[in-house]
């Protein structure tokens, strides 16, 4: 029998990690000076009993909590503003992030702008543009996350879509970045094997371009491929069986270490993924599956070399190609399309998207820069399934 791993991280934030820790969610509120916290997740979330526990040990406690649901998969900004009204109207002291990515980073988003007055973009992660935030007016947060596939619960940005443009933004302040996170594997279990499938892939999305990411960040590098070797070794066991608390354990870990090292930078995966996921409401991890073998072969002669190295380090033949079949074989058997047509994405709005990929805010971290014309060429090459 195998046992699920326990112990306390304090990088990059507390994380308290283990089977059955949400019992800890009341204590972690009032550890971070909560009276009255709100409970951010989504409508499908906060049906599930696991939801309505956690309010009733917040309220068993003798705190004054409350849920707001109203968040969409791929938030979008009046999400935002409508839990901002909820929050400010009910004198919430602290938000709990429960959820997957979107609720994690929509709660994350209305705590910071809890006490702000200016709108959400001015607070854009382009440049230093967060240093004009209210630092008093950010509430705490304690993240819970039900995915393992963002690592948002270790994460200083929330990804929010502009509705006026369809463009995906990522918010950022260093004070958004979660005050207790409780990983409790046993809140994943739950999750469809299609889900378990595409936030899988998004983690593995974020160590793979995070360590090929240009730029000396050793510490990143060395946590993205650990990351990446749980993936391949835990992914298909929690896809096959939802139950299997160690490898649904093992990919929280492999979840936040994927945040924690794109720090250095992600690429052009997320780059093409974002436009995608904007316009055509796609499931963020499962858009990026789909780009991933595209993207490797297209920055080939600038990551060969260090691909080389992490596919001995995770068990494969030392070469590029022995790394590129291991891809395109995980995501056969996750059932991950090949093409866009599997995502119901079609050539008719290219144009569009092969303008918004370079400028997205992940595109500079690609290690072969990418433009307009390249960024056409492969959401050609993925809609053709042309390798
Ligand atoms: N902040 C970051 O650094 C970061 C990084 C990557 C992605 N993102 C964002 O995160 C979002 C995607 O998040 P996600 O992939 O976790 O998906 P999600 O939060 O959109 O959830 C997907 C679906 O899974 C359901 N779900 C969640 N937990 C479940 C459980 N335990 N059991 C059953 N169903 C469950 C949800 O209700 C939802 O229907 C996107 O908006 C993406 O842009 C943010
Ligand atoms: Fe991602």
Known sequence: MTTSPRSNWNYPTAVRF???????????????????PLIVTDPFLAAQPMTKAALDQLTGAGLRAAIFSEIKPNPVETNVYKGL?????????????????????????????AGQTQPMWDFEDIGDWWTRADPK???????????????????????????????????????????????????????PPHITAGTGLDALAHCIE???????????????????????????????????????AQMMSAAAMG?????????????LSHPTGALYDTHHGLTNAVFMPYVLVYNRKAIEERIERLAAYIGLQPSFQAFLDWVLQLRKDLGVPHTLEGLKVDAARFDEMSE???????????????TKESSRKLFEDALAGRL
């Open 259 to 271: 945040a924690t090292a794109f720090q250095k930078g992600l690429g052009a995966i997320h780059a």
């Open 356 to 370: 918004m990929a370079p400028n997205d805010p992940t595109a500079g971290g690609n290690p072969v820069p990418i």
């Open 210 to 248: 995070a360590y090929c990411a240009p730029g000396y960040h050793p510490m990143a590098d060395g946590i993205a491929v650990e990351g990446i070797r749980l993936v391949k070794q835990y992914l298909p066991r929690a896809y096959k069986d939802g139950r299997d608390i160690e490898a649904r």
């Open 18 to 36: 283990g089977a059955g820790r949400i019992a800890e969610l009341a204590e972690a509120c009032k550890a971070v000076g909560m009276s009255a």
């Open 137 to 191: 007016g950010i509430l705490p947060i304690v993240a819970v996350p039900t995915t393992a596939g963002t690592g948002s619960e270790v994460g200083r940005a929330g990804v929010i879509t502009q509705e006026a443009t369809h463009t995906k933004k990522v918010i950022f302040h260093p004070l958004m970045m979660p005050k207790i996170v409780i990983c409790d594997p046993e809140l994943t279990v739950g999750m």
């Open 85 to 113: 009204e909820v929050l400010r109207s009910g004198q919430h002291d602290g938000v709990v992030a429960f959820g997957g990515g979107s609720a994690l980073d929509a709660g994350k988003v209305i705590a910071f702008m």
